[in-house]
């Protein structure tokens, strides 16, 4: 029995004379609630990155639709395709000009080069052509003149289409001074035909060592029956692969006789037919 204006305790949460706990949302279900939120996020961030162009979509990133055509070569300025090797097969991809050689104690630097593919192009004499039926396919030609300029050497390599037809050439240059000495002088356009009698004083007949004897020649001058003695020289003919490179050096001066024991221009050779193979070593 309750007293008029006191409120009914049992309404209020009294059972039997007992207070009614309050209601409380256990721990269990909000990380339940957390986790379900972290997995969305992640399902949601995934599928951001993995569009091709997630910069698009995400704040600060910075548009990345363009790209793909950001290193795209600029058309006329580099080619997608690699070269063939017969593209490449030039002296400056090979023996580039500001590259200096520097090889067990020999530093040279390069003075000439040319390159085609008539090989008899650098032949001194074209009628008496060893090359002839060994197949060559194209030459590359550099001149090079050492750091102290005593010593030029003359690098030839030629390309032949298998090891086979390499061989046979390496054969037939029994004498590598069929092949004409490469410098600065004879890399220079050719002269006028017209015959000059001081033709047999220039750089180039010196060099190439070819037998000539013009008109106006003075008795003390080699005869045309008579060659001129030839500048003394080392030689390397190197088989590498289906390339066969030639290494020829000599004095400046042109001397016609080496010192006993002089292993200078030996050491020039040896050094820049290494330099000539290596590019060739593993193709």
């Known amino acids: ?18 207070t009614a706990e309050p209601r409380r949302h256990g ?33 600060g ?11 795209q070569p600029a058309p006329g300025l580099a080619s997608e395709q690699p070269l063939t ?20 104690g020999v530093q040279a630097h ?5 390159e085609g593919t008539d090989c008899t192009e650098i032949l001194l004499d074209r009628e008496k052509n060893p090359l002839k039926d060994t197949g060559c396919q194209a030459y590359v030609s550099v ?3 050492n750091a102290d300029q005593q010593v030029v050497s003359s690098v030839t390599v030629l390309r032949f289409a298998d090891e086979q037809s390499a061989q046979k050439a390496r054969q037939a240059l029994a004498d590598p001074a069929v092949l004409a000495f490469l410098t600065a002088e004879s890399a220079a356009p050719a002269p006028s035909p017209t015959p000059s009698p001081t033709a047999t004083g220039s ?14 020649t003075t008795p003390s001058s080699p ?11 080392v030689a390397r003919v190197e088989p590498v692969g289906h390339y066969l490179t030639v290494t020829v050096s000599r004095y400046t001066d042109q001397r016609t006789t080496l010192a006993p024991g002089d292993q200078t221009l030996d050491k020039a050779t040896r050094a820049l037919s290494y330099t000539a193979r290596t590019p060739f070593l593993w193709m």
């Open 1 to 18: 029995m309750t007293t008029q204006g006191e409120p009914d305790q049992t309404a209020a949460g009294h059972d039997g004379g007992t």
């Open 27 to 59: 721990p269990g279900r909000r990380r339940t609630a957390l986790w379900c939120a972290l997995a969305v996020a992640a399902v949601a961030v995934g599928w951001v990155v993995s569009r091709p162009n997630p910069g698009d979509l995400i704040p």
């Open 61 to 71: 990133l910075g548009s990345t639709s363009g790209q793909s055509k950001k290193y």
């Open 85 to 104: 090797e017969a593209q490449s097969f030039t002296a400056e991809h090979y023996f580039p000009g500001q590259h200096t050689v520097d090889q067990n």
């Open 110 to 114: 390069r003075t000439a080069a040319r």
């Open 143 to 145: 001149g090079y003149t």
């Open 203 to 216: 750089p180039v007949a010196a060099v190439s060592g070819a037998a000539s004897a013009p008109a106006g």
């Open 223 to 233: 005869t045309a029956t008579t060659p001129p003695p030839k500048p003394a020289g």
